[in-house]
């Protein structure tokens, strides 16, 4: 186990600078949600949503979920249809390096990629539209829970996710649209609850949805939780919620992972 997790690290190294490398992976996954943000920020800097919150308080929060639905899922679920396709699955699986340090160099990658984007974003956010940093120890630490989990969630259903696309160049024309719906209603783009409401009960079986209330929690005022469907913040059933995802992930992992493509097997 040790080997397998020191293993695991160094090669998140590798997939690190295998990820930078990458023209279409940083402009796509790392730099898309940060120009979405300056942009839109830019657009509805005015709006208000509630008294003292504006769209772009709102829109940060969503975002926020977004950029790690976009490492985590979406960067995955293109990525290694192409390493299954050049054959670099296969290798690895028939090296001596154990199998679970190929998983714990992706995920380690993502988390590193995720806190950066994070970071950037809350930065300029709090730079050029006025987005106040979490000022308690709860919101850091709710913070950091819901990045944990969301980023888990997202990552196992990428790599699940993964095994869907029959051939790596298609996989960017199955996966993204996937993930856009998602954005749309999940309360990323557009205030949750002006959404329809059959269209806010389908988004609610999904990680996004949750992530995104999570981090409203942090970057909004208390008083906004009253504005949300169930008037709460709900973070018992966000933690819930992104706990089974993280199950089912996993689950969805084990069951459909494949090293080879499908004309290898």
């Known amino acids: 186990m040790t080997l397998t997790l020191r293993l695991g690290l160094l090669r998140s190294g590798l997939e690190l600078r295998q990820f930078f490398r990458g023209r279409e992976s940083v402009i796509f996954s790392f730099a898309l949600p940060i120009l979405l943000l300056v942009v839109f920020g830019s657009v509805f800097g005015g709006v208000d949503v509630a008294p003292g919150v504006t769209l772009t308080q709102y829109f940060v929060a969503g975002m926020i979920a977004a950029a790690q639905l976009t490492n985590g899922f979406q960067t995955l679920a293109i990525q290694i249809p192409m390493e299954r396709d050049r054959g670099v699955l296969k290798r690895l699986y028939g090296a001596p390096m154990p199998a679970g340090s190929y998983f714990i160099g992706k995920v380690a990658?993502?988390?590193?990629?995720?806190?950066?984007?994070?970071?950037?974003?809350?930065?300029?956010?709090?730079?050029?539209?006025?987005?106040?940093?979490?000022?308690?120890?709860?919101?850091?630490?709710?913070?950091?829970?819901?990045?944990?989990?969301?980023?888990?969630?997202?990552?196992?259903?990428?790599?699940?996710?993964?095994?869907?696309?029959?051939?790596?160049?298609?996989?960017?024309?199955?996966?993204?649209?996937?993930?856009?719906?998602?954005?749309?209603?999940?309360?990323?783009?557009?205030?949750?609850?002006?959404?329809?409401?059959?269209?806010?009960?389908?988004?609610?079986?999904?990680?996004?949805?949750?992530?995104?209330?999570?981090?409203?929690?942090?970057?909004?005022?208390?008083?906004?939780?009253?504005?949300?469907?169930?008037?709460?913040?709900?973070?018992?059933?966000?933690?819930?919620?992104?706990?089974?995802?993280?199950?089912?992930?996993?689950?969805?992992?084990?069951?459909?992972?494949?090293?080879?493509?499908?004309?290898?097997?």
């Not at 006025?130 to 997202?154: D, E, K, M, N, Y």
């Not at 790596?168 to 002006?194: C, H, N, Q």
């Not at 005022?221 to 993280?246: H, K, Q, T, Y």
Request: glycine content about 8%; some cysteine; hydrophobic content about 60%.
């Open 109 to 265: 990658m993502v988390y590193l990629i995720g806190v950066g984007g994070c970071a950037i974003m809350l930065a300029i956010a709090t730079a050029f539209f006025h987005v106040t940093l979490p000022s308690t120890g709860r919101q850091w630490f709710t913070l950091l829970w819901v990045s944990l989990l969301g980023i888990a969630a997202c990552t196992l259903c990428g790599i699940a996710f993964s095994s869907i696309p029959r051939e790596a160049k298609r996989a960017p024309a199955v996966v993204t649209p996937v993930a856009l719906v998602l954005e749309f209603i999940s309360g990323v783009f557009f205030v949750f609850t002006d959404l329809p409401a059959w269209m806010q009960q389908v988004a609610a079986v999904f990680p996004l949805k949750w992530m995104a209330q999570g981090m409203r929690s942090v970057f909004l005022p208390d008083a906004f939780a009253a504005n949300e469907p169930a008037g709460s913040w709900e973070l018992g059933r966000v933690a819930i919620m992104l706990g089974a995802w993280v199950i089912v992930g996993l689950a969805l992992c084990l069951l459909t992972f494949r090293w080879t493509s499908r004309e290898d097997s």
